[in-house]
């Protein structure tokens, strides 16, 4: 199944306009490859890395958590893996509302420079910056890794 493409996003002319109308565009992008990907093979690795379509999203789930939110990860190859009794659906939701709470975190961000306001004793919190380009980066990169799983796994393609 082909999907229609969707361009990048036109964004505000401001630097945050831009960070986050790209970093959106990503998230929705991922969210769309793992929605009604088919049991099990979304969670069967296609790869010998073990790699897989739920793994990705349940991982961007922590990345997301733990940059804007302050939430501490104790093992990160574990985020790798979904739970067994989690669907793709299950998986999609929490994604969405991690990334739904951290929006409402950088809604309250006006300077670019300014450490992210989170809760993470002992440890400093990275600037709005660096938090969105790094979060542009790490979604982007595992939306390509998803790109190829999700046609390997029933021919669909596109964003």
């Given at each position: 199944m082909r999907r229609?493409?969707?361009p990048p996003p036109r964004t505000g002319s401001s630097e945050t306009e831009t960070l986050?109308?790209?970093l959106d565009y990503l998230r929705s992008s991922i969210a769309a490859?793992?929605?009604?990907a088919p049991e099990p093979r979304a969670r069967t690795a296609a790869v010998p890395s073990g790699t897989n379509l739920l793994g990705l999203l349940h991982h961007l789930t922590h990345v997301e958590r733990a940059i804007f939110l302050g939430a501490e990860v104790t093992s990160w190859p574990a985020t790798f893996r979904a739970a067994p009794d989690d669907s793709a659906a299950d998986v999609v939701?929490?994604?969405r509302e991690a990334v739904e709470q951290?929006?409402?975190v950088l809604d309250?961000?006006?300077?670019?420079g300014a450490p992210l306001p989170?809760?993470?004793p002992g440890r400093p919190a990275p600037s709005v910056r660096w938090a969105l380009a790094h979060m542009i980066e790490e979604t982007g990169r595992h939306a390509g890794h998803a790109d190829i799983l999700r046609e390997l796994i029933d021919g669909t393609t596109g964003r």
């Open positions: 229609r493409d969707t986050r109308g790209f490859k793992v929605e009604g939701a929490r994604y951290a929006n409402a309250t961000c006006a300077d670019l989170r809760p993470r």
